[in-house]
C-alpha cells in the first residue's frame, strides 16, 4: 500500500504539470495561441506559497518575446483595464494566487513568432526570494473571445 502510494506521487506532477521550488508549488503554466501576426501574447499559471513568509514573481524570461511584464487586468468604470505589476505579484504567506485570462497574467510583448496550440516552450519565471524555475509553457486554443472573430 505504501509502494502504490509513492508510485502515485511519483506520478502526480507529470500529470498535473506541477513544479515546486522551495516552498512554492506552481500549477499548471500555460498560454494561449495566438492569431498570425499578433504581437502579445498571455501566460498563465496559479503559485501556491506554503512558507511563513511572502514572496514575489517579479518576471518571466522566454525565448519567443523580447519583452515580459507581470500584468493585472481589471474591470474600473466598465472598462477592462490593464496594467504592469512594476514590482511585480505578490504571493502571501499560505495562499494560492491564480494567474488566468481576465485576471493577473505574465504579458510577452514583441511576439517573435505565433504561439501555436500544443507547443511547449520553455519559461523561466524569476521569485524575489525562491529564485529561478524552469518551466514547460503549454500552448492551448485560443480563448472563446478570440474564436467569435
Ligand atoms: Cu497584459
Redesign the pocket.
Known amino acids: 500500500m505504501k509502494y502504490l502510494f509513492a508510485a502515485m506521487l511519483f506520478l502526480t506532477p507529470a500529470f498535473a504539470h506541477e513544479y515546486k521550488l522551495g516552498d512554492l508549488t506552481i500549477d499548471h503554466p500555460f498560454a494561449r495561441a495566438t492569431p498570425n501576426g499578433a504581437k502579445v501574447g498571455?501566460g498563465y499559471l496559479s503559485i501556491t506559497n506554503k512558507g511563513k513568509t511572502a514572496d514575489r514573481l517579479v518576471s518571466a524570461e522566454v525565448s519567443f518575446a523580447t519583452r515580459v511584464e507581470i500584468?493585472e487586468?481589471k474591470v474600473a468604470d466598465g472598462i477592462m483595464r490593464?496594467r504592469e505589476l512594476p514590482q511585480g505579484l505578490a504571493i502571501g504567506a499560505g495562499e494560492t494566487v491564480s494567474l488566468k485570462p481576465g485576471g493577473y497574467?505574465i504579458?510577452f510583448m514583441g511576439l517573435k513568432q505565433p504561439l501555436m496550440k500544443d507547443e511547449k516552450h520553455k519559461a523561466i519565471l524569476v521569485f524575489e526570494k525562491a529564485g529561478k524555475l524552469e518551466v514547460d509553457l503549454h500552448i492551448e486554443g485560443m480563448g472563446g473571445h478570440q474564436h467569435a472573430h
Open positions: 498571455g500584468h487586468m490593464m497574467h504579458m
